[in-house]
């Protein structure tokens, strides 16, 4: 099989990844620590991942007789600049990643079954209980940061993960032994809500990426008064590193960055129909928030921002019976925040029902 891994890595890297290693079928060594992290509540309300808690021991609960986890990243990175209200996560600004990962693995796992038949294969993206970063240093490709990224030698750390579970033994790399973090703390000390306990410890009670992202509903005040700017994920911890500085942009034209999500207008957010909604989160990793969690994170953010100009927006959806009750509840707390006689005003006529 040791050809076939050679040659399996060259499709891979002819499909547009930019780079590909092999690792064995084995327990994750990070597990006991994913375990304790779950334990110590730092996965917040994320409780899809205690639910499948035990699948992440081994790939095997993925594809039965899985022998290889053949892992694959694509680079989405390259600068560029954002209003400091309004930000949106580097990964998201182009197509969903999902898709764009997902279409390549297919791709790969259609080659190898033409190539070794009677061989199974199952591509992974997010939607499959694997512990995708320890089993990408078990294949070569980088190291766990103490940001608890994956960091590539030459890559940097934007990229994203998707790995090919296969039942045969394909010749493995070697596994990323070293931590090049060094001394170095920076994404600790940047982080700007404080969610990092250590390094490699990150606490998603105080992380904008999961308040943003991932939770469902109104967002707590303290958390909700500390988003700095962000309306869907934070990038700090990763911009901050030095192994970013020299980092690549994205090759394939799909990460290419979307006008609405490279400079978005929150405002316009606001008063954005739901059929236009509908249509701008179509193939974009944005549509994990949906509507509701979206413009719930513009009116907090524009409120904490005390965006005057923000008012009569806020002020609309505040006074919509027929709106989602997450995104009223996020106008008046961000209309509570705005130094403004017509902000009064809209929660005064909200009062008086
Ligand atoms: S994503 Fe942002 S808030 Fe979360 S740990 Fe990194 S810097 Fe902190
Ligand atoms: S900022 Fe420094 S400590 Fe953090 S992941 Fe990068 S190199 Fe490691």
Not at 126 to 154: C, H, Q, S, V, Y
Not at 330 to 350: M, N, Q, T, V, Y
Request: positive net charge.
């Amino acid at each position: 099989m040791d050809d076939l891994a050679r040659r399996l890595k060259g499709r891979a890297l002819a499909l547009g990844f930019d780079r590909v290693g092999i690792a064995p079928a084995q327990a994750p060594p990070g597990y006991p620590h994913f375990l304790a992290w779950l334990d110590a509540g730092r996965g917040a309300g994320m409780g899809y991942l205690a639910d499948h808690a035990g699948a992440r021991a081994h790939p095997g609960a993925i594809l039965e007789g899985v022998r290889s986890v053949v892992m694959a990243s694509l680079v989405y990175g390259g600068r560029s600049g954002q209003p400091a209200v309004g930000k949106v996560a580097r990964y998201a600004r182009g197509a969903d990643y999902h898709t764009a990962l997902r279409g390549r693995l297919e791709l790969l796992a259609e080659w190898l079954r033409d190539e070794a038949p009677g061989v199974s294969a199952r591509a992974v993206v997010d939607t499959a209980p694997l512990m995708e970063r320890d089993f990408a240093r078990l294949a070569g490709l980088g190291w766990i940061g103490k940001n608890t990224m994956l960091i590539d030698r030459k890559l940097g750390s934007f990229t994203v993960l998707g790995a090919l579970l296969v039942d045969a033994d394909l010749e493995p790399d070697a596994p990323h032994a070293s931590s090049h973090c060094g001394t170095c703390t920076r994404c600790l000390d940047a982080c700007p809500t404080g969610a990092f306990d250590g390094p490699y410890r990150l606490d998603a009670r105080r992380c904008i990426s999961y308040w943003t992202i991932e939770h469902q509903g109104p967002i707590p005040d303290a958390a909700a008064g500390e988003l700095h700017g962000w309306a869907f994920g934070c990038d700090v911890c990763q911009d901050v590193c030095p192994w970013n500085r020299k980092a690549p942009a994205a090759r394939i034209p799909e990460f290419a960055p979307r006008p609405e999500w490279e400079a978005p207008d929150l405002v316009e957010w606001l008063t954005r129909s739901k059929w236009r909604w509908k249509r701008l989160l179509t193939n974009s990793a944005l549509r994990r928030a949906g509507r509701s969690g979206l413009v719930r994170n513009a009116a907090l953010t524009l409120g904490v921002a005390g965006r005057v100009d923000a008012v009569p927006a806020l002020a609309a959806r505040l006074a919509d019976p027929k709106e989602d009750p997450t995104i009223r509840h996020a106008a008046a707390w961000a209309l509570g925040r705005i130094d403004a006689p017509e902000a009064r005003a809209a929660l005064d006529a909200h009062a008086r029902g």
